[in-house]
């Protein structure tokens, strides 16, 4: 069984930028594809961003395109999360998500929670209003 560790939330200013990262172990056979959401107060988990394994693809939600980047580092089975511009709206819990198996149709990327197979517990990013 997968085991995820999420790391490097806080609290920052609208505009700055926050690296979080996710550590994995456990691992026995490798996963199609480690993703990133998120969950607001009141809101549903929502997807974030998702890198696959191998050949590093990547996919992002709209709200995210152009500020968050992600990437992967194999060697330490370690993804992470590069959010520049924060805003206000992107406070949230921010979960990493294994995807063990790709889903049907378009590039194989999950985009809902229920989707993924193993979960971190969640790292807490705040931008102040």
């Known amino acids: 069984q997968v085991q995820l560790l999420e790391s490097g939330g806080g609290v920052v200013q609208a505009g700055d930028s926050l690296t979080l990262s996710c550590v994995a172990s456990?691992?026995?056979?490798?996963?199609?594809?480690t993703g990133w959401l998120r969950q607001a107060p009141g809101m549903e988990r929502e997807f974030v961003a998702a890198?696959?394994?191998?050949?590093?693809?990547?996919y992002y939600s709209d709200s995210v395109k152009g500020r968050f980047t992600i990437s992967r580092d194999n060697a330490k089975d370690t993804v992470y999360l590069h959010m520049n511009s924060l805003k206000p709206e992107d406070t949230a819990v921010y979960y990493c998500?294994?995807?063990?198996?790709?889903?049907?149709?378009?590039?194989?990327?999950?985009?809902?929670?229920?989707?993924?197979?193993?979960w971190g517990r969640g790292t807490r990013v705040t931008v102040p209003s």
């Open positions: 456990g691992r026995t056979i490798r996963s199609f594809a």
């Open positions: 998500a294994d995807q063990a198996t790709p889903v049907t149709g378009g590039r194989g990327f999950a985009t809902e929670w229920n989707q993924y197979d193993y």
């Open positions: 890198i696959k394994w191998g050949g590093g693809g990547t």
